[in-house]
């Protein structure tokens, strides 16, 4: 009898452990449990305390090769790296750890491109993660920077590009007047868009091409082309250095994308659009303010383009302390997200580039300690947390990923390059500079 009772609570202790809670994504098959480590709370611990946390990254297509390597970790309140693994292109990279639900963890995106002069490692940390699954998508490219040649006659004096390079651009005022330039797609057929104002004209005109052919040469008659349809009027505080660029969406044998329609450097801006040809768009406008406590601003807008006065967006923050090791912060201003990043400096423009950006949820009092964290990402000693300063605090809005954190974390790895109309993503900036 007493072996009876042994043996039913053992089949009870196990039936009870089957219903715990595991955090494993529904649309992941076959993942593998890694990192090896006993889960945190030692001996005693109640086994309903413990739960699955799953993060993976799925890497389509061929996005890491022999100049661009990747990694991911999963990291606990102290630094101590739990797990690490190696990104691999086409696969489903996945750390699964038993895991105290009670405790906070870290996930860890790491990035070395040694495709230019200056060796990059960029490290981008999210802060209290439950989990989930992203994706590294390698965007697939067919242009192989070949170019075709574009020609206009009859273009009077001089003509001014709205949204193609003016590098290279040939021009000559015999005969009525000629521009020739070599320009090229990302892929092949595509859709190619090209606006220019001539001197005789006063509103800008266009040449649209939906399915551009490789190798395609077009010549045309600048006079016969038609005027772009509509503008947009944009009035922005007067800032020390300004930029605001339209992009439209259309899409392409290759997927949907996302093509530069006008931009200006001028605080009242009028910017031009085609009718017909794009379905959504993307204003972007970029400023910098001010010399006593400087400061930037980016303002995205999606949608329909509307004319609009606009304000520099309040933000305020105080800086507690801006150590790596006890980093303190406290914002006036309600925001979603916010980044800190850390960089060390270079004497040279070919040595190395160390980022640090640490991500996580808005908060108005955030502090933080990242030093063991990165010293132990780095044991060969390659780079420590004594090399490495702050550089800047973000503080994000963004009106459709609002509390949605791993919709965010996903941004930042894989840029989403559209969202719906109507959606605005306002971020402010702030420098060392910035709170003296």
Request: charged share 20%.
């Amino acid at each position: 009898m007493k072996k009876c009772l042994i043996f039913l609570a053992v089949v009870f202790f196990f039936s009870c452990s089957s219903d715990g809670t595991e955090m494993v994504p529904p649309d992941m098959n076959g993942g593998v449990i890694e990192g090896g480590q006993n889960p945190p709370g030692g001996e005693g611990q109640e086994e309903d305390e413990t739960e699955v946390l799953s993060i993976s990254i799925q890497v389509d297509g061929d996005f890491f090769g022999n100049s661009l390597q990747g990694e991911m970790l999963l990291s606990n309140a102290n630094g101590e790296v739990l797990s690490r693994k190696e990104l691999l292109n086409n696969t489903l990279n996945e750390i699964a750890m038993e895991v105290d639900g009670d405790l906070a963890y870290d996930f860890t995106y790491l990035i070395r491109d040694s495709s230019e002069a200056a060796y990059k490692v960029a490290v981008h940390t999210f802060t209290d993660v439950k989990g989930g699954m992203y994706v590294l998508e390698d965007t697939p490219t067919n242009g192989n920077g070949d170019q075709f040649l574009f020609s206009l006659l009859n273009t009077g004096d001089d003509i001014e590009s709205l949204n193609q390079p003016n590098t290279g651009a040939m021009r000559s005022t015999g005969n009525g007047g000629s521009y020739s330039n070599n320009f090229g797609l990302k892929d092949y057929p595509g859709s190619f868009y090209a606006a220019f104002l001539g001197s005789n004209d006063s509103e800008p005109r266009y040449y649209y091409n939906a399915r551009l052919e490789r190798n395609a040469e077009v010549s045309l008659d600048f006079t016969e082309l038609p005027f772009v349809e509509n503008s947009v009027t944009l009035d922005f505080p007067s800032v020390s250095i300004f930029g605001v660029s339209l992009s439209g969406f259309v899409d392409e044998d290759a997927g949907r994308k996302l093509k530069l329609i006008d931009q200006s450097g001028s605080a009242k801006a009028k910017l031009y659009y085609p009718e017909g040809i794009y379905d959504n768009y993307k204003l972007s406008a970029f400023l910098n303010c001010c010399s006593d406590f400087p400061r930037a601003y980016e303002i995205i807008a999606f949608g329909l383009p509307v004319g609009l006065t606009f304000e520099l967006p309040i933000y305020e923050a105080t800086l507690v302390d801006d150590s790596l090791d006890n980093f303190q912060m406290n914002s006036l201003t309600e925001h979603h997200f916010n980044t800190v990043k850390f960089t060390n400096g270079q004497s040279n423009f070919d040595d190395p580039v160390y980022t640090f950006e640490i991500h996580g949820m808005g908060t108005t009092s955030l502090d933080f300690s990242k030093k063991d964290l990165y010293d132990n990402m780095f044991p060969d000693g390659e780079i420590t947390s004594g090399d490495i300063n702050f550089g800047s605090l973000k503080l994000i809005n963004h009106s459709f990923l609002d509390g949605a954190y791993e919709q965010y974390i996903q941004s930042v790895l894989g840029e989403r390059e559209e969202y719906p109309s109507g959606t605005r993503i306002v971020t402010a900036s702030f420098f060392q500079a910035s709170f003296r």
